[in-house]
C-alpha cells in the first residue's frame, strides 16, 4: 500500500554538528521526493526536493540522498543551528499509472531536537 | 509577495455540525490542493482542485466537498463533522498540478 517512513520519531543533536534523517519509501516507481520542515504552529515548508534520475542535491545547508536500490532517501543538514529544531517529513509523489499527480504521500515525521 | 493564507486559523465546532474554511494560494498559483494533519501524524492529501474542478480525490468521504473560484481560491467544506474530523487542515498551492507544493499555516479545527 501507500506508505512513506522515517526510521526515527526523534532525533536529538548538538548545536554544530551534522544531522542525519532517513526515510524508507514503498513505490520503487516513483520519481520524485521531497523534504518538508514543519515548525510548531506552522504548515510544511519546502526544504529540497529530488528526482529519481539524481542520487545526490545540494542545497544550502542540507543535502538529499536518494538510493533507489534499497528505496531509501536521507536529509542531511550541516552544522546544525537551534533554529533548525523542528519536525521533518520526507514526502513522495504518487503515480497513477505511470503519470505523476498531485498526490503527496507523507511519512510521520521525525522530530529534530537541538542541543545548545 | 504573499505566500498561502488560510482563515479561520482556529475553529470549534460540535458533531453533527457543518463547518467551511478557506484558503488563499500564493500569487502566482493557480492548483489548491488540501491536506488533513492529525496529531503526530503526516499530512493525508483529500483532494486538488484545478481550473475550478476537483481533479483528484484522497481516501476522504464525500461529507468533504470543495470549491475553486475564478480568482484561484479556494474552500474546504465538511458536513456532519465526527470527533475524528479534528485535526490541522492545510492547504497548498502550486503552479500547476506537479509543481512543488507551497503550504499554508493551516486551520486547526476541533469538533466537540
Known amino acids: 500500500g501507500e506508505s512513506v517512513g522515517l526510521h526515527l520519531p526523534t532525533l536529538s543533536v548538538q548545536e554544530g554538528d551534522n544531522s542525519i534523517i532517513n526515510c524508507a519509501y514503498s513505490?520503487?516507481?516513483?520519481?520524485?521526493f521531497i523534504w518538508y520542515k514543519q515548525e510548531s504552529g506552522k504548515g510544511p515548508q519546502f526544504i529540497i526536493d529530488?528526482?529519481?534520475?539524481?542520487d545526490k542535491r545540494q542545497g544550502q545547508r542540507v543535502t538529499v540522498l536518494l538510493n533507489k536500490t534499497v528505496k531509501h532517501l536521507s536529509l542531511q543538514i550541516a552544522a546544525t543551528q537551534p533554529g533548525d529544531s523542528a519536525v521533518y517529513f520526507c514526502a513522495e509523489k504518487a503515480l497513477q499509472g505511470s503519470s505523476n499527480t498531485g498526490k503527496l504521500i507523507f511519512g510521520q515525521g521525525t522530530t529534530l531536537q537541538v542541543k545548545p | 509577495d504573499a505566500g498561502v493564507t488560510q482563515s479561520p486559523t482556529h475553529l470549534i465546532k460540535t458533531r453533527g455540525q457543518q463547518v467551511t474554511l478557506r484558503c488563499s494560494p500564493k500569487?502566482?498559483?493557480?492548483?489548491v490542493s488540501w491536506y488533513q494533519q492529525a496529531l503526530g501524524q503526516g499530512p493525508q492529501f483529500i483532494f486538488q482542485y484545478y481550473e475550478e474542478e476537483e481533479r483528484q480525490r484522497g481516501n476522504f468521504p464525500d461529507r468533504f466537498s470543495g470549491h475553486q473560484f475564478p480568482n484561484y481560491s479556494s474552500e474546504l467544506n465538511v458536513n456532519a463533522l465526527l470527533l475524528g474530523d479534528s485535526a490541522l487542515y492545510l492547504c497548498?498551492?502550486?503552479?500547476?498540478?506537479?509543481?512543488?507544493?507551497?503550504f499554508g499555516n493551516g486551520t486547526r479545527l476541533t469538533v466537540t
Open positions: 513505490n520503487s516507481a516513483s520519481d520524485y
Open positions: 497548498a498551492s502550486s503552479q500547476g498540478r506537479v509543481s512543488p507544493l507551497h
Open positions: 529530488i528526482r529519481s534520475n539524481m
Open positions: 500569487s502566482g498559483h493557480d492548483t
